[in-house]
């Protein structure tokens, strides 16, 4: 339950760095990237409803918390130590980040297909999400390992009764 709620943490915490760093760029290049993120046009009944941005965001950080909780079972499943945590976390979220790009094509609010400033933001903005999410996820890994450690050396010291 701890675990859960930590990477419940983690999957909010890193859907504001990726959020953050967006709406920055959106706002300092008018290219609409954060505009991007948050399209939700390409959804059935959703996409015909004018919502303001706190609610669109909200999606956003619902998305994050299922990618974290994905991405947090295969750092469990095959054992990754931290440079294979920082690595797949990653790159795996720069690979999603690319494989939804073409939402963009849903929607005359997003930037085209094929411009590619966005298209970079696009992936650096992912890249950064995984590299968050990798040291968020090694930090509570090296905790749980600490605390196991801990109570290992315990269950040690422990006399038995004869």
């Keep these: 339950m701890r ?22 760029l959106e706002t300092i290049t008018n290219l ?8 939700i046009d390409f959804v059935p009944i959703l996409g015909e409803i004018n919502f303001p941005e706190w609610i669109e965001f909200s ?11 994905i ?7 095959y054992k990754w130590n931290w440079q294979g945590i920082l690595f797949y976390v990653s790159l795996g979220n720069m690979f999603v980040g690319l ?3 073409p939402i963009t094509l ?22 950064i999400y995984g ?11 090296n905790k749980h390992n600490i605390r196991k450690e801990k109570h290992q050396k315990n269950k040690d010291n422990i006399i038995p009764f004869k």
């Design 99 to 101: 494989l939804i790009y």
């Design 106 to 127: 849903f929607s005359d609010r997003t930037p085209p297909l094929l411009a590619i400033f966005p298209l970079n933001f696009w992936l650096i903005g992912h890249l």
């Design 59 to 69: 999606f956003h950080i619902i998305v994050s918390i299922i990618i974290t909780f």
């Design 32 to 39: 609409k990237v954060y505009t991007l993120l948050l399209n």
């Design 3 to 24: 675990r859960n709620m930590e990477v419940i943490i983690i999957g909010i915490l890193t859907s504001f760095v990726l959020g953050g760093f967006l709406k920055f």
């Design 71 to 77: 991405f947090y079972h295969f750092v469990i499943k």
């Design 131 to 141: 590299i968050s999410m990798s040291l968020l996820f090694i930090l509570i890994e």
